[in-house]
């Protein structure tokens, strides 16, 4: 089993800047991809970016490119997702999640945190 605990999210301002971290435990952190996802109230889950196990490679939805940035620390078994310029339209339930060494941007994930609230005001 893998526990994944995600902190930073809040209110921010269009414009602005948020971080977001996920913390892992209870395997091997560097064993997993991760991603992280949202969705917003009313409608499906879907991705927003992912990163491999060896940070080397990064992945991101169409919407969020140029403006979030993920990235992860092996040593401290977390992930973050820095949010540069977020929009009203980011406005989600952010989670985290994580997959068995191959990464991919879909939803089949094995395991999930339980979100943290972002809100983007204009």
């Known amino acids: 089993q893998v526990q994944l605990v995600e902190s930073g999210g809040g209110l921010v301002q269009a414009g602005g800047s948020l971080r977001l971290s996920c913390a892992a435990s209870?395997?091997?952190?560097?064993?997993?991809?991760m991603g992280w996802f949202r969705q917003a109230l009313g409608k499906e889950r879907e991705f927003v970016a992912a990163?491999?196990?060896?940070?080397?490679?990064?992945y991101y939805a169409d919407s969020v490119k140029g403006r979030f940035t993920i990235s992860r620390d092996n040593a401290k078994n977390t992930v973050y997702l820095q949010m540069n310029s977020p929009k009203p339209e980011d406005t989600a339930v952010y989670y985290c999640?994580?997959?068995?060494?191959?990464?991919?941007?879909?939803?089949?994930?094995?395991?999930w945190g339980q979100g943290t609230q972002v809100t983007v005001s204009q």
């Open positions: 999640a994580a997959r068995a060494f191959v990464v991919r941007t879909d939803l089949e994930y094995d395991y």
């Open positions: 209870g395997r091997t952190f560097s064993n997993y991809a």
């Open positions: 990163i491999t196990r060896n940070g080397y490679s990064t």
